[in-house]
């Protein structure tokens, strides 16, 4: 049953408790193995807070991207969004990794991109054009356009 549901899923919304190397290469994972390939929408909730150094320039993720298995998403909504690499590096993952999305809402409060050690100045220029062609959504505030479907389930780990 685990596999079946997780493929004909069309909306998934993520909770992190956390945002450094571990954290993206489990979403990694999870993608990869689950399979989600009639997901439609996908929500991610960072921490309000950074937790821990932002610069810690020897914690890598060790894991490459999934191919394509994000071919139907057409919407991703990434709230308390504070700039670091790892959740640049998903933003990245997402704009490259999914042809038929329509917009990607970042809620963050800055609506300008920060130094961000290690990210390449090629990927922040790829962002900028994402931005200008409206692909990408800054925002500071959480419009409710845009919210899951089903947001009162909650699982304490």
Not at 26 to 33: E, M, Q, R, S
Not at 120 to 137: C, M, P, R, Y
Request: aromatic share 10%; proline share 6%; glycine share 4%.
């Amino acid at each position: 049953m685990g596999g079946e549901f997780f493929r004909s899923m069309t909306e998934l919304q993520l909770i992190m408790l956390e945002m450094k190397a571990p954290e993206l290469a489990n979403i990694y994972v999870f993608l990869k193995n689950t399979g989600c390939s009639n997901l439609e929408r996908l929500f991610v909730q960072l921490p309000t807070a950074p937790s821990g150094l932002l610069v810690d320039s020897f914690d890598y993720v060790g894991l490459e991207p999934p191919p394509d298995v994000l071919e139907n998403l057409k919407v991703v909504k990434i709230t308390n969004f504070s700039w670091n690499r790892y959740e640049l590096q998903l933003v990245f993952f997402l704009l490259r990794k999914t042809s038929s999305l329509h917009k990607l809402v970042l809620i963050t409060p800055s609506l300008e991109p920060l130094h961000v050690p290690g990210i390449q100045k090629a990927d922040l220029l790829f962002l900028a054009e994402a931005v200008a062609n409206a692909k990408v959504i800054l925002s500071v505030s959480d419009h409710a356009a845009t919210q899951p479907f089903h947001s009162d389930v909650s699982a304490d780990f």
